[in-house]
């Protein structure tokens, strides 16, 4: 079951998983291995029930358990079932904040469409850490989408300041086109296309 995961077999994986699930003393990695193979096959609830089942079991502790709950909150966030995917990641965060589970956190309300409250996640990891030009973008794209476009273009200058990547001068670009300017627009496509 493993090596077809590995391999991309996931039909396999979940076949084989299943049949090691069948045995006298099964191992709980099985059910890992298969809600892994689930959520790949896009079945998405067997995976977490899978993974739910898993983790009640046998899911581990410290960090190896905070693993194990980003790839439930990704199984939910794939789901479509944000609100869930947001309690799994905030309760990973009660064990130990990071700036890569408070992105997770904030694109999971983005894509539920409360901009609100990716803005206040996103502005506190840039109050944790001021330097982090990923979240400065991100917060930017969020203010687009909350057609905040003044402080969007700020967080998209502030992003480039710390680190001019060719993604941001896209984005910047795209909201360049929005505000109608035309000439900036331009300037930033062709930057992002610099070697």
């Known amino acids: ?16 998983a299943s049949q090691a699930l069948a045995c006298k003393s099964p191992t709980p990695y099985a059910l890992r291995t298969r809600a892994i193979a689930y959520h790949n096959l896009h079945r998405y609830g067997e995976a977490i029930k899978d993974m739910d089942t898993f983790l009640a079991s046998n899911g581990g502790i410290g960090d190896t358990r905070m693993k194990w709950l980003m790839i439930k909150a990704g199984m939910l966030e794939d789901a479509k079932r944000f609100d869930e995917a947001i309690a799994v990641i905030k309760e990973v965060q009660g064990m130990r ?15 539920a469409g409360k901009n609100k409250e990716a803005i206040d996640v996103l502005s506190t990891i840039i109050a944790k850490n001021p330097e982090d030009e990923f979240a400065f973008s991100e917060r930017a794209k969020v203010r687009v989408s909350a057609k905040q476009y ?7 200058n502030k992003s480039l300041e710390l680190a ?6 896209r984005d910047r670009a795209a909201l360049y086109e ?3 300017m035309k000439v900036e627009a331009k300037r930033d496509r062709d930057k992002a296309e610099e070697p």
């Not at 904040?97 to 894509?111: M, N, Q, S």
């Not at 001019?164 to 001068?169: G, W």
Request: with cysteine.
């Open 150 to 156: 003044k402080e969007a273009l700020k967080d998209f």
């Open 178 to 180: 929005i505000l109608g």
């Open 164 to 169: 001019p990547l060719a993604q941001t001068f």
């Open 1 to 16: 079951a493993e090596l077809n995961l590995v391999d991309g077999k996931y039909e396999q994986a979940a076949l084989f």
């Open 97 to 111: 904040w990071t700036d890569d589970i408070a992105l997770k956190e904030a694109k999971c309300y983005a894509k």
